[in-house]
């Protein structure tokens, strides 16, 4: 039997030398004030074991990793009509580029990156009546933890420092692509981003993605297995912005990176790893998690080709 406890172990041990590398994300104040130095890394094993190691008690914002919610919870209720209004192309550019949706009619290449998940919480936000409270319901199942909330610090300065995410909304209205008041679905998006949980509760939550739909903690089947193979499918080709190529390269599962420093991978049949370290390339990628991940992949012999 796969020893993950000690293999989590020589990963942390692994990436010391690297944890006060990159920097971490200064365009969002409240998340400059985030720490180098810091690591912790979690797998959630498809029959729900949880295993993991280093900064475990570190609570941090999920970030762009909850784009991945944002696209389950609007799949489940638009499913192929979602991709009317966002694409399923890798974007090559940054999570926050706009030249891109001028030239593409406000069109979002993929749901990963900030423009996609936008117009993708501007769908959610017209079939809910309380966006964050339905999303917040979703990660509580999810984790087991009913307490998980939103760190409202984060919220409010990624909210006072919205204008390129607002810049992206006006421009897809002036294309017709956005149905909503823009800054309430601006809102609905920070709090989303800011989500506050551990690195267990992020590997226990996305364990779905690695179980063919049916997450691990709440049993419940969260999306079909159909949905989750276009999924993956898409987070392997865009999951990590212009970075996902050498991302597939070196680590070879699919996966999804935010700007605190968090990173989920999935490895279909078998596990969900999530790893968090706020050193950040220059991409926006935590270096000490691609670091991690491309050692487990190489210990456990996972990468899925
Ligand atoms: O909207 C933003 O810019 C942030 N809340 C999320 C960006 C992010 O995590 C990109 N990931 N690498």
Excluded at 18 to 26: N, S, Y
Excluded at 218 to 232: C, D, T
Aim: glycine share 8%.
């Amino acid at each position: 039997m796969t020893d993950y406890q000690s293999i989590l172990e020589r990963t942390v041990q692994h990436v010391q030398p690297i944890l006060q590398h990159g920097k971490v994300a200064d365009y969002i104040p409240a998340l400059a004030e985030q720490q180098l130095g810091q690591f912790a890394i979690a797998i959630q094993t498809q029959t729900g074991e949880t295993y993991s190691a280093g900064a475990c008690d570190a609570k941090f914002t999920v970030q762009s990793v909850s784009k991945v919610m944002t696209l389950t919870l609007a799949l489940q209720r638009y499913g192929d009509d979602l991709w009317q209004r966002v694409g399923k192309e890798p974007s090559g550019t940054a999570f926050n580029s706009l030249t891109q949706l001028e030239f593409e009619n406000g069109i979002p290449r993929n749901p990963f990156i900030n423009a996609g998940a936008i117009v993708t919480c501007d769908a959610l936000y017209s079939r809910l009546s309380a966006p964050i409270h339905t999303m917040l319901e979703s990660y509580r199942l999810q984790t087991g933890n009913p307490k998980l909330g939103v760190n409202k610090v984060v919220a409010q300065s990624e909210y006072e420092h919205r204008y390129r995410n607002a810049a992206m909304a006006y421009l897809m209205k002036s294309f017709g692509n956005f149905n909503n008041e823009v800054e309430e679905v601006l809102w609905s998006y920070f709090n989303f981003c800011a989500i506050e949980l551990t690195v267990s509760e992020l590997a226990k939550c996305f364990s779905y993605l690695s179980n063919g739909g049916v997450c691990t903690q709440s049993q419940q089947q969260v999306l079909p297995a159909k949905q989750i193979k276009q999924l993956n499918s898409l987070l392997f080709t865009s999951g990590l912005y212009d970075a996902a190529g050498d991302f597939g390269y070196r680590v070879g599962m699919p996966g999804k990176s935010g700007v605190s420093g968090a990173i989920i991978a999935v490895v279909p049949g078998r596990f969900t790893i999530a790893v968090w370290s706020p050193g950040l390339d220059k991409v926006g990628n935590s270096v000490a998690g691609i670091a991690a991940l491309e050692f487990l992949a190489e210990e456990l012999g996972t990468a899925i080709f």
